[in-house]
Structures are given as C-alpha cells and as structure tokens.
C-alpha cells in the first residue's frame, strides 16, 4: 500500500508556471504506475498525465502536451507535474494517483487507479 500527499499548488497568472510534487509513504513507491488527475468545479475528474513504474513511459492528455511534463525520482518517493503556459482552463484540484497494476489503454482512466492523494488547488488568473 502507498499514501500520496500533493503539495505545489497555489495562485498564478496565465502563462506562469507551477511544479507540482507528489511524495509518497511506503518502500515499493518504484514499483507503481503514476498519474496525474484533475477536477474542476462542475467536472468529471479528469487524466492529465501517467508516468510508468520506471519513468520510461509518458503519456499526457492533449490539453496538456507540450506544456506540462511528469517526471518521477523513486529514490526520493516523489512524482512531480511541471506545468508551464498555464491557463485559466488549467484551473482545478490536481491529485496524483498510484496504480497496483495498470493495463494498457486503461492509464487514463481514474477507476484504474488503487491509491489517491487529497489533491492541491491550481488556480490560474487570466
């Protein structure tokens, strides 16, 4: 089992930028998948990003490629979401989230996923 606490967020103008980290609590945090997910008032929860056990695979959703980048250091139990060119539409409760096993074609969906943190608000001025 892993717990996942986000930290990162806070208030920043359009086009700013903001990296979000994710530490985790237990000694297998290098064998889990990550995702990032976000939700907004209003909004189902939604995939932002998925980063494999060894960091090797990447995808993003494509609202989100090109500008924002998920990276992971196991040494330090930490994920992190860097969001550059950030938007208003970028405002929401980002939450990181761990996967006992993650088929794919199944990464971007939040039901595959076993462990969630409390989420951290971004919120983006225009």
């Known amino acids: 089992q892993v717990q996942l606490v986000e930290s990162g967020g806070g208030l920043v103008q359009a086009g700013g930028s903001l990296r979000l980290s994710c530490a985790a609590s237990g000694r297998t945090f290098s064998s889990y998948p990550l995702g990032w997910f976000r939700q907004a008032p209003g909004k189902n929860r939604e995939f932002v990003a998925y980063i494999s056990w060894s960091g090797g695979i990447t995808y993003y959703a494509d609202s989100v490629k090109g500008r924002f980048t998920i990276s992971r250091d196991n040494a330090k139990n930490t994920v992190y979401l860097q969001m550059n060119s950030l938007k208003p539409e970028d405002t929401a409760v980002y939450y990181c989230?761990?996967?006992?096993?993650?088929?794919?074609?199944?990464?971007?969906?939040?039901?595959?996923?076993?462990?969630w943190g409390q989420g951290t608000q971004v919120t983006v001025s225009s």
């Open positions: 989230a761990a996967g006992e096993y993650l088929a794919p074609g199944r990464r971007r969906y939040a039901d595959q996923y076993d462990y």
